[in-house]
Structure formats: structure tokens, C-alpha cells
């Protein structure tokens, strides 16, 4: 029986939810990585540019770490939800931001609100699969505590960005 079947009782096993669990948050991270490498570029030059190129590299190398534990638990990849959810982030990119033709103040908030959204979902995968490798050896620890550390790392640098984006977009020029 593969990970994704039901058990004779009608049920699914144990394995296959974590693995729609795992490959949800695979599916998401994927979405995360590729928004932090168009948030990045569209703020170059600026100061939030090199935190967002560093974020995008992290990313990257959160769903790789989180491929590899999947490899290790023995949970296969599931690509249409990676494609599906790389294919949801373009299509994000049409969202109405205020601004027709040119790039709106309100879309640096609204991405950066979004990415927090996917570090605070991958900082709770990497809890529950903290919690798990209590009683499971294929997990790493040690490399969980980390990869956490820098999911809420991420969030803080996110919120700080967030702050600045917001106070930008939404304050007006003060004349004296």
C-alpha cells in the first residue's frame, strides 16, 4: 500500500497525512520562494532589496531542507502541487493594488504580508515536525531547532520590512 491510500478501514494511514501535510507546506514554500525573488527585485537598490535577496535565498534552502526530510520519511514529492502552487503565485501577481500600469506602494505591503504568512507556516511545520522526532529517528533535531531559529528570524526581518512598506504606503507627505 503507498502512502496515499486509504487503510481496509476506509481511513488514511498515519504516513499518508503526514505526507499531504508535508507536501502542502512543500507546495507553499515553493509559492514563498518565488514571490521573495520578485519582492527582492523589485527592491533593489534599496534597502529592503538585500534583506528580501537573503530571505529568497533562505527560502530556497528551507524547501530544500524540507525535501530532503520528506526523502528521509520516506514521503515522494507531490509536483502538481508544487506547479500549482508556483502557477498561484504569477497569477498573484494580477492582483488589483491601486495602480493600474505602474507598481503601487500597496504591493510591497501586500507581498510582504504574504511571505510572512508562508515563513509563519513553515515555522509551524518545522514545530510539528520537531515535536515528532521525539519518537521518530529520521528526524534531525537538532536541524529542526535551526531551521526554526530561522523561521522566526524571517518573521522578524519580514515584520520590520512590513512596518516600513505600510508607513510608506500609508502616510502621507506632511507639508509645513
Known amino acids: 500500500m503507498t502512502a ?3 487503510t481496509a478501514t476506509g481511513r488514511h494511514s498515519d504516513n499518508a497525512l503526514l505526507g499531504i501535510y508535508l507536501n502542502d507546506h512543500l507546495a507553499g514554500v515553493t509559492g514563498s520562494v518565488e514571490l521573495a525573488r520578485r519582492t527582492a527585485a523589485s527592491h533593489r537598490g534599496c534597502g529592503a532589496g538585500e534583506a528580501l535577496d537573503r530571505l529568497a535565498v533562505e527560502l530556497a534552502a528551507d524547501r530544500a531542507a524540507l525535501r530532503m526530510i520528506m526523502a528521509a520519511l520516506g514521503v515522494p514529492a507531490r509536483r502538481y502541487k508544487t506547479s500549482a502552487a508556483w502557477l498561484a503565485e504569477k497569477a498573484g501577481r494580477l492582483k488589483l493594488n491601486g495602480s493600474l500600469w ?3 506602494p500597496l504591493s510591497s505591503v501586500l507581498e510582504l ?3 510572512q504568512l508562508g515563513v509563519d507556516a513553515t515555522g509551524a511545520a518545522w514545530r510539528t515536525l520537531r515535536e515528532l522526532a521525539e519518537g521518530d529517528a ?3 533535531k537538532a536541524q529542526l531547532a ?3 531559529s530561522r523561521a522566526q528570524q524571517q518573521a522578524g526581518t519580514l515584520e520590520e520590512l512590513r512596518i516600513r512598506a505600510a508607513s510608506k504606503a ?4 506632511r507639508t509645513p
Open 4 to 6: 496515499s491510500r486509504l
Open 102 to 104: 505602474a507598481r503601487s
Open 113 to 115: 504580508e504574504m511571505l
Open 138 to 140: 529520521r528526524l534531525d
Open 146 to 148: 535551526e531551521l526554526l
Open 170 to 173: 500609508f502616510t502621507s507627505p
